[in-house]
């Protein structure tokens, strides 16, 4: 069965330091996302990706974070100045987009993300 | 108001139980509607989608209404590989948006 993979499974950074969390998602599915969860809470959504470019982000995406598909298969997230309250686990997730419906989200193993 | 509600849970419930988890969403413009499962620190997983006309998959089935933005999941002849929490998601393709999620315990 196709999966989306993450990489890496659990990071460790220092606060005000950068990370890229790198994710595969599935190759032929056309929308990409991030989403994250804080320990103890809920699902939150970040930013969603088609078509090359954001296609909708939330009011956690702000000017430190960003997306990029450097090339055919890869999706990475920075985060360019980690705060302590940015440690959650981020999961990355792909969907299969067809006749404009949502046909449901694979999503990655998750990086946990540890801020000290 | 949350976008996604779910019941709060926890449901702790016997073996061969039928447990009904209920959710509502605000945002009338959505159009593609889901239950995940998770298992703890474990990512999602799709249980089934949800579709208006109603949809069983074994011993699940999901329920949709548009009209009073609803949603629901009935489990019969729960097993004890059930227990984990269960996730309503509303929304379109661009965004969904997540419940807080309803956890069940099945114990023996």
């Known amino acids: 069965e196709p999966e989306v993979t993450q990489t890496p499974s659990h990071q460790v950074t220092q606060m005000g330091q950068e990370v890229i969390l790198r994710c595969v998602p599935i190759?032929?599915?056309?929308?990409f996302y991030w989403y994250r969860q804080i320990l103890g809470q809920k699902v939150e959504f970040l930013v969603s990706?088609?078509?090359?470019?954001?296609?909708?982000k939330s009011e956690i995406f702000d000017d430190q974070f960003s997306v990029e598909r450097p090339d055919g298969s890869n999706f990475t997230l920075k985060i360019r100045s980690t705060k302590l309250e940015d440690s959650a686990m981020y999961f990355c997730?792909?969907?299969?987009?067809?006749?404009?419906?949502?046909?449901?989200?694979?999503f990655g193993s998750g990086t946990r993300l540890t801020v000290v | 108001r949350k976008e996604v509600e779910q019941d709060p849970g926890p449901f702790n419930v016997p073996e061969g139980a039928t447990v009904a988890f209920n959710c509502t969403y605000s945002?009338?413009?959505?159009?593609?509607f889901f239950w995940y499962r998770q298992d703890c620190r474990k990512e999602p997983k799709l249980l089934m989608s949800?579709?208006?006309s109603g949809n069983e998959d074994g011993r699940f089935t999901a329920q949709l209404n548009r009209a009073s933005q609803y949603i629901s999941l009935l489990i019969r002849d729960s097993k004890l590989s059930d227990s984990a929490t269960y996730l309503c998601?509303?929304?379109?393709?661009?965004?969904?948006?997540f419940g807080d999620g309803t956890t069940l315990t099945v114990k023996p």
């Open positions: 190759s032929n599915h056309l929308y």
């Open positions: 949800v579709y208006s």
């Open positions: 998601v509303a929304g379109n393709a661009g965004k969904s948006t």
């Open positions: 945002n009338s413009a959505s159009q593609s």
């Open positions: 990706f088609y078509n090359n470019e954001i296609s909708e």
């Open positions: 997730a792909s969907s299969d987009l067809r006749q404009g419906l949502n046909y449901g989200y694979t």
